[in-house]
């Protein structure tokens, strides 16, 4: 998973820019496969949450992707 190798790499305060779709159908947090993946916002958060990232930013749509900042607290 991406957020647990991105909390491996950084270190304490820490940050990544973060892209990904959020539109997932209706109803779902979640929907995609490995080529592409669409990801309702708050869920992605609460993911980036589990392994100490928390949300910085939201920086915007960029190529179609909402960015993030994220930093890690731990």
């Not at 190798?5 to 940050?15: H, S």
């Not at 100490?52 to 749509?61: A, D, P, Q, R, T």
């Amino acid at each position: 998973h991406y957020l647990s190798e991105t909390a491996r790499v950084l270190r304490k305060g820490g940050q990544a820019l973060i892209s990904f779709h959020n539109s997932p159908p209706s109803g779902k947090s979640f929907h995609g496969s490995e080529a592409r993946i669409e990801i309702e916002t708050s869920y992605f958060k609460r993911m980036a949450e589990e392994k100490n990232l928390v949300c910085k930013e939201e920086i915007g749509e960029i190529a179609g992707q909402l960015t993030i900042l994220l930093e890690l607290t731990t």
